[in-house]
T-cell receptor, first 114, second 112 residues
């Protein structure tokens, strides 16, 4: 079974530029999560989707971050404009709707904002 | 905000030594999970504990959930270099939200 795929793996941008990350969850997983992991810290939830609906985006900085999961499968996370403090690893995870809380993580995208 | 505090933050030990990592919170969680994360990879689930006082063993790793379901510990016996990594605890709430609250992690280095 293929795992959670993310791209790109690395991205370097200047502050105030825009960037987008892509995630393909495990086939059949209804729930998709985006986490931000700043160096030296644990992952912090940004947004949770169930199918194509948003379950929780309370910690998403909506003035600059946006995310969508239009067809309930792939998802994109966008930052516009980026700030220095957005430098982090962005992790995507997915889980089945009706199972336990087992989340499967992708390898992440490491973003550096200069 | 639910916080999970992990200690120690860093641990460097010799191969063969034993160690314990702690995860504490003021909040009650319905489940507590432990993950290991290696550089350049996402966290990988090691174990889930759901019952207060529960103890689970995974080879040389022993996980315990506190009676009040607010804290947990991970004990590694006879650590090996392959145990090196970032260990994260994560608490889950029994709500539709399902997302996890992660601790800040314990970075373990096992020297051969």
């Amino acid at each position: 079974e293929a795992g959670v795929a993310q791209s790109p793996r690395y991205k370097i941008i200047e502050k105030r530029q825009s960037v987008a990350f892509w995630c393909n969850p495990i086939s059949g997983h209804a729930t998709l999560y985006w986490y931000q992991q700043i160096l030296g810290q644990g992952p912090k939830l940004l947004i949770q989707f169930q199918n194509n609906g948003v379950v929780d985006d309370s910690q998403l900085p909506k003035d600059r971050f946006s995310a969508e999961r239009l067809k309930g499968v792939d998802s994109t996370l966008k930052i516009q404009p980026a700030k220095l403090e957005d430098s982090a690893v962005y992790l995507c995870a997915s889980s089945q709707l009706s199972s336990s809380d087992t989340q499967y993580f992708g390898p992440g995208t490491r973003l550096t904002v200069l | 905000t639910q916080l999970l505090e992990q200690s120690p933050q860093f641990l460097s030990i010799q191969e063969g030594e034993n160690l314990t990592v702690y995860c504490n919170s003021s909040s009650v969680f319905s489940s507590l999970q432990w993950y290991r994360q290696e550089p350049g990879e996402g966290p990988v689930l090691l174990v889930t504990v759901v019952t207060g006082g529960e103890v689970k063993k995974l080879k040389r790793l022993t996980f315990q959930f506190g009676d009040a379901r607010k804290d947990s510990s991970l004990h590694i016996t006879a650590a090996q270099p392959g145990d090196t990594g970032l260990y994260l605890c994560a608490g889950g709430k029994d709500t539709g939200r399902r997302a996890l609250t992660f601790g800040s992690g314990t970075r373990l280095q096992v020297q051969p």
